[in-house]
């Protein structure tokens, strides 16, 4: 891949002019490094374009001179994916416009630049609801999710953001715009374009816009944190909530003790959620279109439990300070996992009816490869996608263990394999993964993966590090 030079450099200068750019390294340094810091890159140039066409411009010399570009949103990213290693770095977080709001549609139409949170907050301003939820939703940007296919704690009602996107606005490897912002529900005339892009991870293009699902806002909510004496009794439990709700249940989180320790341990202003300590716990959150039905099923749910002895224990909020302490005690588990050392982190998916057997599996084969480590399992059980973070045992050293991560994640993804799941739920394959996923995927999948790009990438320009 050609560096780019100073010629090509004054191009994409002049291209996006003044307040486009900027070359300053102090400018620049806080966006080439990812939240964990395993990956720390480096760039000549960050773009920060400001409208499509600006965008489609700076692709367009790109593409023109054979120089790689690195797409970034809000750089929330866990695998790398949005890190420059010499390439040019063209950041979508200045195109902030909601351009439209329409709910008579249930939809609505947001720039790439626009956070997460923004687009909640936009939604409910019109008396409606965009569903996906994640911890990092105060930074991360509607172009990084969609190209991430980012999933969160409300997956298992409303599905991934690929079952939220509507239509997409993208600036194509060659400068061109690809203008799909429908509002349709059916267009049944051949590719779904928009899907390819979705999970793309920026190699197929740069999102710069996309018109959004939404939804009524449900007039009763309600959260509940239960404990469990074996992960098994989750899987039970959440069979009896989808039946007892109708569908109703948002998310449901499963935790192990050990983060739950972590937390506590960690994170400021937080306790103990139940007056007991139980090996695992299931965050419950379920919600209605009637007045009252949600905690009114929740209320059933949690009696019947306790009398089959599924639940050990439970504290429902009563108002929203109590359910946001819940919710952080959930969304602290990554967090509260730094000053505890390294770690080998996981994101991985299996069949919801076998996650038990995976723990129960993956922990032995753990204990015989590295005795003594440490497992902070946690995530969305209700679409079976795991947080498998496998941290170092007390007082080893951490650079010798994080120097074991390869084999030890080899270790948990042949067992995620066998059980018919994914190495990568919802993080993505970014730098992180994208060698490691030759292993699992068969060669038609990687044939097709590769036709795909090579079609509308030649070049290669797009993310060169990402995705085979």
Same mark, same amino acid.
Request: negative net charge; aromatic residues 6%.
């Given at each position: %891949?050609?560096?780019?030079?100073?010629?090509?450099?004054?191009?994409?200068?002049?291209?996006?002019?003044?307040?486009?750019?900027?070359?300053?390294?102090?400018?620049?340094?806080?966006?080439?490094?990812?939240?964990?810091?395993?990956?720390?890159?480096?760039?000549?140039?960050?773009?920060?374009?400001?409208?499509?066409?600006?965008?489609?411009?700076?692709?367009?010399?790109?593409?023109?001179?054979?120089?790689?570009?690195?797409?970034?949103?809000?750089?929330?990213?866990?695998?790398?994916?949005?890190?420059?290693?010499?390439?040019?770095?063209?950041?979508?977080?200045?195109?902030?416009?909601?351009?439209?709001?329409?709910?008579?549609?249930?939809?609505?139409?947001?720039?790439?630049?626009?956070?997460?949170?923004?687009?909640?907050?936009?939604?409910?301003?019109?008396?409606?609801?965009?569903?996906?939820?994640?911890?990092?939703?105060?930074?991360?940007?509607?172009?990084?999710?969609?190209?991430?296919?980012?999933?969160?704690?409300?997956?298992?009602?409303?599905?991934? %953001?690929?079952?939220?996107?509507?239509?997409? @606005?993208?600036? %194509?490897?060659?400068?061109?715009?690809?203008?799909?912002?429908?509002?349709?529900?059916?267009?049944?005339?051949?590719?779904?374009?928009?899907?390819?892009?979705?999970?793309?991870?920026?190699?197929?293009?740069?999102?710069?816009?996309?018109?959004?699902?939404?939804?009524?806002?449900?007039?009763?909510?309600?959260?509940?944190?239960?404990?469990?004496?074996?992960?098994?009794?989750?899987?039970?439990?959440?069979?009896?909530?989808?039946?007892?709700?109708?569908?109703?249940?948002?998310?449901?989180?499963?935790?192990?003790?050990?983060?739950?320790?972590?937390?506590?341990?960690?994170?400021?202003?937080?306790?103990?959620?139940?007056?007991?300590?139980?090996?695992?716990?299931?965050?419950?959150?379920?919600?209605?279109?009637?007045?009252?039905?949600?905690?009114?099923?929740?209320?059933?749910?949690?009696?019947?439990?306790?009398?089959?002895?599924?639940?050990?224990?439970?504290?429902?909020?009563?108002?929203?300070?109590?359910?946001?302490?819940?919710?952080?005690?959930?969304?602290?588990?990554?967090?509260?996992?730094?000053?505890?050392?390294?770690?080998?982190?996981?994101?991985?998916?299996?069949?919801?009816?076998?996650?038990?057997?995976?723990?129960?599996?993956?922990?032995?084969?753990?204990?015989?490869?590295?005795?003594?480590?440490?497992?902070?399992?946690?995530?969305?059980?209700?679409?079976?996608?795991?947080?498998?973070?496998?941290?170092?045992?007390?007082?080893?050293?951490?650079?010798?263990?994080?120097?074991?991560?390869?084999?030890?994640?080899?270790?948990?993804?042949?067992?995620?394999?066998?059980?018919?799941?994914?190495?990568?739920? @919802?993080?993505?394959?970014?730098?992180?993964?994208?060698?490691?996923?030759?292993?699992?995927?068969?060669?038609?999948?990687? @044939? %097709?993966?590769?036709?795909?790009?090579?079609?509308?990438?030649?070049?290669?320009?797009?993310?060169?590090?990402?995705?085979?």
């Amino acid at each position: %891949m050609t560096s780019p030079s100073p010629a090509v450099l004054d191009a994409l200068k002049a291209a996006l002019g003044p307040g486009g750019w900027t070359d300053d390294p102090s400018d620049i340094a806080p966006w080439l490094t990812e939240w964990r810091g395993r990956w720390n890159g480096h760039t000549p140039l960050m773009l920060t374009p400001r409208s499509t066409d600006e965008v489609a411009r700076a692709v367009a010399v790109c593409a023109g001179h054979g120089v790689a570009i690195t797409p970034q949103g809000g750089d929330t990213g866990l695998v790398g994916g949005q890190i420059p290693y010499g390439e040019v770095l063209l950041s979508t977080r200045r195109l902030r416009t909601i351009r439209d709001v329409t709910p008579l549609d249930d939809a609505m139409t947001v720039e790439a630049g626009v956070t997460l949170l923004e687009a909640q907050q936009a939604a409910a301003a019109a008396g409606r609801f965009f569903p996906l939820s994640l911890a990092a939703e105060g930074t991360a940007t509607i172009g990084g999710v969609i190209s991430t296919n980012a999933g969160g704690v409300a997956v298992l009602r409303y599905g991934m %953001m690929r079952d939220l996107v509507l239509g997409i @606005e993208a600036v %194509m490897p060659d400068g061109r715009v690809l203008n799909g912002l429908k509002r349709l529900r059916k267009d049944n005339t051949g590719y779904d374009l928009k899907q390819l892009l979705i999970g793309a991870e920026g190699t197929l293009g740069v999102v710069t816009a996309a018109t959004l699902k939404l939804f009524p806002i449900q007039r009763s909510r309600a959260t509940a944190m239960v404990g469990l004496a074996h992960a098994r009794d989750a899987i039970e439990l959440l069979a009896r909530a989808k039946a007892e709700t109708g569908g109703g249940v948002e998310a449901f989180e499963l935790m192990r003790r050990l983060g739950m320790e972590f937390v506590l341990r960690h994170i400021p202003d937080t306790r103990e959620p139940l007056e007991t300590t139980p090996p695992w716990y299931v965050l419950i959150e379920t919600a209605s279109g009637e007045p009252g039905g949600a905690e009114t099923a929740l209320e059933r749910l949690l009696a019947s439990a306790f009398d089959d002895g599924l639940i050990t224990d439970a504290a429902v909020a009563q108002n929203d300070a109590q359910r946001a302490a819940l919710w952080k005690l959930r969304e602290e588990q990554s967090a509260a996992q730094k000053p505890e050392g390294g770690g080998w982190k996981h994101d991985v998916s299996v069949p919801i009816s076998r996650i038990a057997d995976f723990l129960d599996e993956t922990e032995t084969a753990l204990e015989r490869f590295h005795p003594g480590v440490r497992i902070s399992a946690f995530g969305h059980v209700g679409d079976g996608n795991l947080h498998y973070d496998v941290l170092r045992p007390p007082g080893e050293d951490s650079v010798a263990f994080l120097a074991r991560w390869e084999d030890g994640s080899r270790l948990v993804h042949d067992i995620v394999a066998r059980y018919d799941g994914s190495i990568s739920a @919802e993080h993505g394959l970014g730098r992180l993964k994208t060698e490691e996923a030759q292993r699992y995927k068969s060669d038609v999948e990687i @044939e %097709m993966m590769r036709a795909v790009r090579g079609a509308l990438d030649p070049k290669r320009i797009m993310n060169p590090g990402v995705l085979f």
